[in-house]
C-alpha cells in the first residue's frame, strides 16, 4: 500500500492521537466508547470538536438541530463550501470510529491545509450531525434528516427518548440549540470518511472502498398485548402470552432476511417484555425490527411479508398487535463525479481499492439528496463495529483521510461555470 510521494499528505499520528483523545470521552471498560445523542457526554465530545476547530481557525456555527459546522475560508467566501463530517453520537456499546473518524478526519484536512498553507478556491466545511445512531431516540440519521428536508424541525425536536426526554429539550440543555436556519446552508459537494462497518475490504486486503451505493433500510416497533396472568393456575389453552408470540415474529423477521437472501439483511435488535416477571405470563411485549436491502422492491416484498406473517401470528395467539413503519428510505446511488473523484484519488495515492455498498447507514445518504455525495470506506478490524471492540489499524485511518483530502481538494477548487466563462472572456 505504497502512497505516493507527490500528493499532499494528512498528518496520520495527529489524527490517531485525536481519535484517541476523543475517545476517552464515554470511554468503556472493554475499550469502546458509550457517548449517547445529546447526553453530557456528547457535549463534551461537540466541545472538544468545536475547541480544535476553533483552534485551526474555523468559523463554528450551530443549526437548529445541533449540526455543527466548521468552516475554513477560501478564497471565494460567498461560494459553497465543500463539506466533510460524520457523527459523534455513539451506540451504548459502541467503537472509538464509527462516526467519530469521519468528523476528525475532516478536521484534519483543515489541519493540513493549514499546515501546508493552501488555499482553496471555494470554503472547506467539517460537520457534525446530530442523532445519527438512532439509539437515544428514534430514528437514525434525524440531524442529517431535517437538514435535507426529509423530516420537519418540528418531528427532529419532538423525537422522545425512553425517559419522555425530547430531542429539542437536550439541545437546550447542552447548550446545542442553535440559531444557524435549517437549508440555508448550501454546500458544494459532500464527503463522509467512515469504517467499512463489515468484513469485506479486510478480507480482501483493500485498503479504500469506494462506496457507490447504500443500501434502503425500514424501521419498525411492534407491541403486541395479550394477557398478564398467574403462571400456576392459568391453563395452557387459554393463555394470550404475548412473550410466545414474539418469539415467532422473531423467528419470522430472520425468516424473512433468510429468504431474501443473499443481499437482504434482518435484524430483532430490541426487545421488552411487560410485566417482566417470572411467574407472570406476559401481557405486553415491545420489539423493533430493522430491515435492509439494496433493492427497494424486495424492500417492499419484505414489508409485506412482515404485514401478513404478524397478522397471523397474533390472530393465531389471540393478541392484538400494532405494527408501525417509523422509518424508511430507498437505496441510495452516490453521485458518479464525486465517486470518481474518491477513485481517482485513491488510485493517485497507490492505495487498493474496490468499489462497495454500504451496509450501514451514514448522514452522507440523506446529504446525497441535497448535494452531490459519496463516501471513503476504509477496513476494520474483523469487520466488527457497534461494539467495544471496534478497531482498525493506524495506516488504514490514514489512508482514508488522505483519499478524503485528494476528494476535498478537487472539489473545492472547483469553481461555477459562471466563473470559469468569465475568466475565460477576461483572458480573450
Ligand atoms: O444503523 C445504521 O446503519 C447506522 O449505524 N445508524
Ligand atoms: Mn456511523
Ligand atoms: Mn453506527
Redesign the pocket.
Given at each position: 500500500m505504497a502512497a505516493s510521494k507527490t500528493e499532499p499528505k494528512i498528518n496520520g499520528d495527529r489524527l490517531w492521537a485525536s481519535l484517541m483523545e476523543m475517545a476517552k470521552i464515554g470511554a468503556t471498560p472493554k475499550g469502546g466508547v458509550c457517548r449517547l445523542t445529546l447526553t453530557d457526554l456528547d457535549k463534551q465530545g461537540r466541545d472538544l470538536f468545536v475547541q480544535w476547530c476553533e483552534q485551526a481557525g474555523c468559523t463554528v456555527k450551530v443549526d437548529q438541530m445541533g449540526n455543527i459546522f466548521a468552516r475554513r475560508p477560501g478564497r471565494n467566501n460567498h461560494l459553497a463550501p465543500v463539506g466533510t463530517g460524520s457523527h459523534l453520537d455513539s451506540q451504548p456499546t459502541g467503537g472509538r470510529f464509527d462516526g467519530v473518524y469521519g468528523v476528525l478526519a475532516g478536521l484534519e484536512v483543515i489541519r493540513t491545509l493549514n499546515d501546508l498553507g493552501l488555499e482553496t478556491e471555494r470554503p472547506v466545511e467539517a460537520s457534525v450531525w446530530t442523532n445519527?445512531?438512532?439509539s437515544r431516540f428514534a430514528p437514525?440519521?434525524v440531524g442529517s434528516g431535517v437538514y435535507a428536508g426529509v423530516f420537519s424541525l418540528e418531528y427532529g425536536h419532538s423525537r422522545t427518548d425512553p425517559q419522555g426526554k425530547t430531542i429539542g429539550e437536550e439541545l437546550k440543555r447542552i447548550g446545542y440549540l442553535g440559531t444557524e436556519p435549517m437549508g440555508n446552508r448550501p454546500v458544494h459537494a459532500f464527503f463522509e470518511t467512515h469504517i467499512e462497518q463489515g468484513p469485506i475490504l479486510e478480507h480482501e486486503g483493500q485498503t479504500i472502498g469506494v462506496v457507490t451505493d447504500a443500501q434502503g433500510q425500514r424501521w419498525y416497533e411492534l407491541l403486541l398485548t395479550g394477557q398478564d396472568s398467574h403462571a400456576g393456575p392459568t391453563p395452557m389453552p387459554v393463555r394470550r402470552d404475548a412473550l410466545l408470540g414474539a418469539a415467532r415474529v422473531i423467528q419470522l423477521v430472520n425468516e424473512i432476511g433468510l429468504a431474501h437472501a443473499p443481499l437482504a439483511v434482518s435484524t430483532v435488535g430490541m426487545l421488552n417484555v411487560f410485566p417482566n416477571s417470572r411467574n407472570v405470563i406476559p401481557g405486553k411485549v415491545f420489539l423493533t425490527v430493522d430491515f435492509r436491502c439494496p433493492d427497494n422492491a424486495e424492500l417492499l416484498q419484505m414489508d409485506a411479508e412482515l404485514r401478513a406473517g404478524v397478522a397471523k401470528i397474533a390472530a393465531q395467539g389471540r393478541l392484538e398487535q400494532d405494527l408501525k413503519q417509523i422509518f424508511q428510505y430507498d437505496c441510495v446511488h452516490f453521485d458518479q463525479s464525486c465517486v470518481q473523484m474518491v477513485r481517482e484519488g485513491a488510485q493517485r495515492l497507490g492505495y487498493s481499492t474496490r468499489d462497495i455498498v454500504s451496509g450501514?447507514?451514514h448522514d452522507a445518504c440523506y446529504m446525497s439528496q441535497v448535494t452531490p455525495t459519496a463516501m471513503i470506506f476504509v477496513p476494520c478490524i474483523g469487520g466488527i463495529s457497534?461494539n467495544e471492540i471496534e478497531d482498525a489499524k493506524p495506516e488504514w485511518i490514514e489512508a482514508g483521510a488522505n483519499v478524503l483530502l485528494q476528494a476535498m481538494l478537487a472539489k473545492a477548487n472547483e469553481l461555477p461555470e459562471v466563473f470559469r466563462s468569465s475568466e475565460t472572456a477576461a483572458l480573450a
Open positions: 445519527e445512531e438512532g437514525a440519521m450501514a447507514g457497534h
